[in-house]
């Protein structure tokens, strides 16, 4: 379990050379599903830490415009390879998330899945101001992150609720948080998380 200075970056490269993320399991989240299912992902969608692009394929394969970015070329590469395979058209892009606004566009919702509990205390006001940012003005930001209610010593810092509420305090309108089980291959039967919608101010 990491701490308040977050995961370095170094890790997610090292983790996709040696060709095991736990967090790629081959499908989308659970939770991905359930909410597109209730339209809440819905017009052009930004996954910001896409990985390989399951949620992002899942997304496309229903209607919506995504644009999918990582910061590890090995992962993009594999999401790009699979929206060829599955004639999906997705735009993947290796790209930093802490620069977001370099991407040129705006979107209607903006999806983290398991991006947010790896930044440090130092880069999360950083990156919720990117997000803000490329983000339409009331539009919706999903955020699926680690639990402190999870305690496994495997896996990123957990996030409490009042932690989300404190980091998104200021041009945002928390509507929800709710608990929910993340999947990965480390954690039998879904780590302990939590489900985040959040609208832009």
């Not at 819905?42 to 394929?57: F, I, P, R, Y």
């Not at 496309?60 to 993009?76: F, K, M, S, T």
């Not at 620069?99 to 440090?120: K, P, Y």
């Not at 101001?129 to 402190?148: D, R």
């Amino acid at each position: 379990m990491t701490d308040e200075r977050g995961v370095p970056s170094q890790f997610f490269h090292k983790v996709y050379q040696e060709g095991a993320p736990p967090w790629e399991t081959g499908r989308p989240q659970p939770e991905v599903i359930r909410l597109t299912k209730e339209g809440l992902l819905h017009g052009k969608v930004l996954d910001v830490g896409c990985g390989t692009g399951e949620n992002a394929l899942y997304l496309a394969q229903h209607g919506c415009e995504v644009v999918g970015l990582d910061a590890v070329p090995l992962a993009v590469a594999a999401a790009q390879a699979k929206a060829r395979e599955r004639g999906l058209n997705v735009t993947f892009l290796t790209h930093d998330a802490l620069h977001l606004e370099s991407v040129g566009t705006e979107f209607d919702v903006i999806l983290d899945s398991g991006l947010f509990h790896v930044f440090s205390d130092d880069d999360r006001g950083q990156y919720v101001q990117q997000l803000h940012a490329v983000l339409k003005p009331h539009g919706t930001l999903i955020l699926l992150c680690f639990s402190t209610e999870e305690t496994s010593e495997i896996g990123p810092r957990r996030v409490s609720e009042r932690e989300i509420h404190e980091v998104f305090h200021q041009g945002w309108h928390v509507r929800e948080i709710r608990p929910i089980r993340y999947e990965s291959l480390a954690h039998p039967g879904g780590a302990r998380a939590l489900c985040a919608i959040l609208h832009r101010g």
